[in-house]
């Protein structure tokens, strides 16, 4: 299995400003997942986040409002842009290996913005 | 994906057996069933998966019908730290999880 930590754990950030969300992951993984989990409600996919090229978005979710980077097998970055009250949700990085059915999740980071 | 339908909540009494069911009348011959849970402002946490045999691991048993057209999972002596939401996904190969509203589990003592 693969431990996922996330950084920071929860923020609250005024309106317009960004924040970018550190994925770690412990061993190297193939896949790496964001989703959004809005307040009372399930995860949505957010992006498939691939190593060495353009992150894939989900319908609905577009590169200049959630930038992503991937720059080696186990890290990975969210981007938050422009935030407006909105997008106060708590964002879960998830993560995969090789041949793995098991899909792993990190703890969230919680966001308020104000 | 096949959609899957399952209860919004359901209670159960600690020490005894908790079974979700979660029906997929559509799934097709190559799509897995996953159940996954996410205690309360935790990440969510990966239980089993199957194809057509019934599986068991240390968290659960996941029984999926002859047809395939719904599966149960089954935590056989629950406790209050099973309280929890509990997803039911139907999945092909190795892509990525996609979420429903699940079913609420509380265990009551």
């Known amino acids: 299995s693969a431990v996922i930590s996330q950084k920071p754990s929860r923020d609250i950030c005024q309106r317009g400003t960004s924040l970018t969300i550190q994925c770690q992951v412990d061993?190297?993984?193939?896949?790496m997942f964001w989703y959004r989990q809005q307040p009372g409600q399930s995860l949505t996919l957010i992006a498939t986040?691939?190593?060495?090229?353009?992150?894939?978005?989900e319908s609905g979710f577009v590169i200049d409002k959630f930038p992503i980077s991937r720059p080696n097998l186990t890290f990975s970055t969210l981007t938050v842009s422009n935030m407006s009250p909105e997008d106060s949700s708590i964002y879960l990085c998830?993560?995969?290996?090789?041949?793995?059915?098991?899909?792993?999740f990190g703890p969230g980071t919680r966001l308020t913005v104000t | 994906d096949a959609k899957t339908t399952q209860p919004p909540s359901m209670d159960c009494a600690e020490g005894r057996a908790a079974n979700l069911p979660c029906n997929h009348s559509?799934?097709?011959?190559?799509?897995?069933v996953y159940w996954y849970r996410q205690i309360h402002s935790q990440g969510p946490q990966y239980i089993i998966h199957?194809?057509?045999n019934n599986e068991t691991n240390e968290m659960a048993s996941l029984i999926i019908t002859e047809d395939r057209k719904s599966s149960t999972l089954i935590l056989p002596h629950a406790t209050l730290r099973d309280t929890a939401v509990y997803y039911c996904i139907v999945r092909v190969g190795f892509n990525d999880m996609r979420f429903g509203a699940g079913t609420r589990l509380t265990v009551k003592p």
């Open positions: 559509t799934i097709s011959g190559n799509e897995y």
């Open positions: 061993s190297q993984v193939t896949m």
């Open positions: 998830s993560a995969k290996g090789q041949g793995a059915r098991e899909q792993y």
């Open positions: 986040a691939n190593q060495g090229s353009e992150a894939t978005y």
């Open positions: 199957g194809l057509k």
